[in-house]
Each structure stands twice: as C-alpha cells, then as structure tokens.
C-alpha cells in the first residue's frame, strides 16, 4: 500500500520553516538561520520526526538550483561592470584568504597526510566560506544611513564578483571529486563548458528578447525560462562535471538583462521557490546536520573554524579595500561587511556532503560556522561604525 507520509512531514517542515523564519525575522536575523534551526530541531539532533529520504534529497536539489537561477537573475551586470578594480580586488583577495585559512584549519585537525582527497577535501571546505551573503550588511548600513557610502557601495559591488568566483571555484572543485580524476580532462570539460554556456546562453538571450516584446507570451516565458534552467543544470552535471547549480546560475544570468522577462520570472518563480522548494532546501540542510556526535575536539575545530570564517574576510577584504586606496577605517568596515555568509555557501556545503567531499561528522560545524559569522557580522559592522560617519561616495568605485 503507498505511504502518504511524505504529505505529513512536507506540512511539518513548511509550517516549522516559517514559524522559525518569522521569529529570527523579528530579532533582525535572516529567515533561512530560522529554516535551518527548524530543520536541526525536527531531524535527528533533537526530536528525530523527520529523517533524510529521496523525496527530500530530490525536493532540496529543486530548490537550491530555483535559488541558484534567482541569484544569476538578481545580478545585475551594469553594476558589475562598474563597480571597478577596487571591488575586483576586495572580492578576489577575500576569497583568496578564506580558501586558504578555512581550508588549512580543516586540513589541520581531520587530514592525515598530503594526498590528493585530504587536500581536495580541504580546498571544498575553504570554497565553502569564500562566498558572502551582504543582505544581513545591507539591511545594517541601511538602518545606519550609510549605505550609499564608499564602503556600502565598495561593499555590494565586491559581493556581487565574489559570488561569481565563488560559483567558478565551486565547478572546479566538485569536478574533481570523481574517482581516477584527470586533471588535464577536467579543466578542459570546465572551459568546454563555459564555452558551451556562452553559445547555448546566447542562443537563448536572443530568443527571450524578441518574447520580451510580445505581451502575448508573458504568461509561458516563466514555463520556458524555468525548463532553461534546468536543462542547463542538466547539462552541466551530465555532459562536463560541473555542479548543477553552476549551471542554473548562469541559466539566471543569461536572462537578467531582459527587463520584462526577468521580471515575469521573478515574480511566478520566486513564489515556487520562498513557498515551497527554498523551506524544504533549508530544513533539509538542518535535517542533514546531525549534532549528536558533536565532541570536545568537533566543538574545538568549530570555534577556531568561526574564527577563521570572521578574521578571513575582515583581513583579505580589508587588504583589498586597503591596496585601493580606501582609509583603514573605511577597509575595516568594508572587511566586517563582508563577512556574512549565507545561501551560497550552505548550498555549497551541501552539494561538498553529497559528492563525499566533506566528512558527514564534520558537516555540523561547517554549518554552525556558517551561522555564527551571519549572526556576528551586523554586531561587528554597528560596533565599527558606531563612531562617527564614513565618507560619502564620490565617484563610483
């Protein structure tokens, strides 16, 4: 007889997502910190109602490439072509140093010598927290007044590139993490591609744009930009290794300078995604992450992992906002800004887990480092701000 239960624990997860979401929401925390609590309370670190299955696992694979293809759509390519070298170098030299800090830390403590899996494995931990999430900063900047500054704009102009070498480290790290990997075939199907992404992208760009201008099929561009994206992240995993969120992603930025179109599927697909698939994705991220096993030497590795998270951005993005010509207050800040992590990095600590990259014992205190630099991040940015005004921006960095 066919079980309905997955009807039962789909209403659990859905009204425990959002119950938490809206309590975090009102401490002026991120709703995705209370979908992940949710999803930690109901798996089986505490109350043990819902356990990992297919359903989920396929369900959550739906909503972290929805969230993927969003993010690709929010980017806005002319901010990121002027947003200039100070923000290039804020986002490459902060993710630089976290690669290399958080992945070393990580190959320290569960590395038992230089083979090639250690070190993989500890370059994925290290591209887990190169990603930044500036929604938390911006909200604070915005409460402050000082968004529009030099180190608001220096701020959401880096975040933008960051995401986006972010994604490129991500493809290559996920591509080798096969058995009897070639090195020389990996970079190749990588750049192969991207190639391909260019041509198919393209492609695409044109056909969409000439729909932008024909009111009668509005209501089926959401339908078609939707199966774009996921025969991109189809594409990607199948035919060159890359990780299908990657694909989904670039599926999202191909279409973000269409006006009418990336509207239409903001609004049709943003409503699938906050209302269904994104809660199941996050509770599922909780549900994965068993702190049963949580130990003085786990509890060690994950207070000195935060450590690295927070001191990673506020020295590599500092430096960078430093070599540019920003004052050392105003690179602090910019550091501190940066240090918020978010969607990107726990869809990448999730895809790390499923391709056996990152050892299911340590995957807690990933996440938990993930959330301790998000919630430490407006603390930091309003103590360093608290003094006195930053200067206002006078020609865009």
């Not at 309370?41 to 109350?47: A, D, E």
């Not at 900063?137 to 402050?144: A, G, I, K, S």
Request: hydrophobic share 55%; aromatic share 8%; with cysteine.
């Amino acid at each position: 007889m066919e079980s309905y239960d997955f009807l039962a624990i789909l209403a659990i997860i859905l009204l425990s997502t959002k119950a938490f979401g809206l309590l975090t929401e009102k401490v002026h925390l991120p709703q995705v910190v209370g979908a992940l609590l949710a999803g930690i309370i109901l798996g089986p670190s505490l109350l043990g109602i819902v356990s990992k299955t297919d359903f989920l696992a396929k369900t959550s694979e739906i909503g972290v490439i929805m969230l993927m293809f969003m993010a690709g759509l929010d980017t806005n390519l002319n901010d990121l072509k002027k947003c200039g070298v100070a923000c290039f170098a804020v986002a490459l030299i902060g993710v630089l140093v976290p690669l290399v800090l958080c992945g070393g830390v990580y190959f320290l403590f569960y590395s038992d010598g230089f083979n090639a899996h250690n070190i993989l494995s500890a370059t994925f931990v290290g591209v887990v927290f190169t990603a930044t999430s500036v929604s938390i900063t911006v909200e604070t900047l915005n409460e402050m007044g000082k968004l529009k500054t030099r180190v608001g704009n220096t701020i959401v102009g880096a975040a933008i590139i960051d995401d986006v070498l972010g994604i490129i480290a991500l493809s290559i790290v996920t591509s080798f993490s096969g058995d009897n990997v070639n090195a020389g075939g990996v970079l190749l199907k990588i750049a192969l591609f991207f190639v391909f992404a260019a041509v198919a992208g393209y492609v695409v760009y044109l056909i969409f744009k000439r729909l932008d201008t024909n009111h009668g099929h509005s209501r089926r561009v959401a339908v078609w930009g939707l199966a774009f994206c996921f025969i991109m992240s189809f594409a990607a995993e199948k035919f060159f290794g890359v990780a299908d969120i990657t694909g989904a992603y670039i599926a999202g930025l191909m279409l973000c300078n269409i006006p009418k179109t990336k509207t239409e599927l903001a609004k049709k697909i943003n409503i699938a995604s906050y209302v269904f698939f994104s809660p199941v994705f996050f509770a599922s991220i909780g549900i994965n992450t068993d702190m049963s096993g949580l130990n003085a030497e786990l509890l060690g590795f994950t207070a000195i992992l935060l450590i690295m998270a927070v001191l990673s951005k506020v020295i590599g993005c500092g430096l960078g906002a430093k070599v540019c010509g920003l004052t050392s207050k105003e690179s602090l800040n910019v550091g501190i800004g940066m240090v918020s992590r978010g969607e990107v990095a726990f869809m990448a600590a999730q895809k790390g887990m499923n391709a056996g990259l990152v050892n299911p014992a340590v995957f807690p205190a990933v996440v938990i480092a993930v959330v301790g630099a998000t919630l430490l991040t407006p603390i930091m940015l309003k103590a360093s701000m608290a003094e006195k005004a930053i200067k206002p921006a006078e020609t865009t960095v």
